[in-house]
Nanobody
Framework: QVQLVESGGGLVQPGGSLRLSCTGS????????IGWFRQAPGKEREGVSC????????NGADSAKGRFTASRDSAKNTVFLQLNSLKPEDTAVYYCAARRGQAMCELEYEYWGKGTQVTVSS
């Protein structure tokens, strides 16, 4: 059974940082691209950062560029999302997802975690 579990969310002040983790089991981790997505209340889901199985290619939302960075630790079956310079508009539930093939956030992802809440507020 495939499982993706996110952790690391919480309440942070504007300008602060968080590091989210996504740990997978039940799938050949090194063969899967991992995507980070977010969804705020009343808004469509948005691809934040998607990283290839080889850790060489990433893409994601313009709003995340320069602030959010995805990285992989294959030894731990974990992908991280470092969130810096957080803004109130970054408040959302953050999900990780996995797919074979290209790591494009626009493509369909096969497996999904349940999400972790990130709230940016003073």
């Amino acid at each position: 059974q495939v499982q993706l579990v996110e952790s690391g969310g919480g309440l942070v002040q504007p300008g602060g940082s968080l590091r989210l983790s996504c740990t997978g089991s039940g799938l050949p981790w090194d063969l899967y691209a991992i995507g980070w997505f977010r969804q705020a209340p009343g808004k469509e889901r948005e691809g934040v950062s998607c990283i290839s199985s080889s850790d060489r290619r990433r893409n994601g939302a313009d709003s995340a560029k320069g602030r959010f960075t995805a990285s992989r630790d294959s030894a731990k079956n974990t992908v991280f999302l470092q969130l810096n310079s957080l803004k109130p508009e970054d408040t959302a539930v953050y999900y990780c997802a996995a797919r074979r093939g290209q790591a494009m956030c626009e493509l369909e992802y096969e497996y999904w975690g349940k999400g972790t809440q990130v709230t940016v507020s003073s």
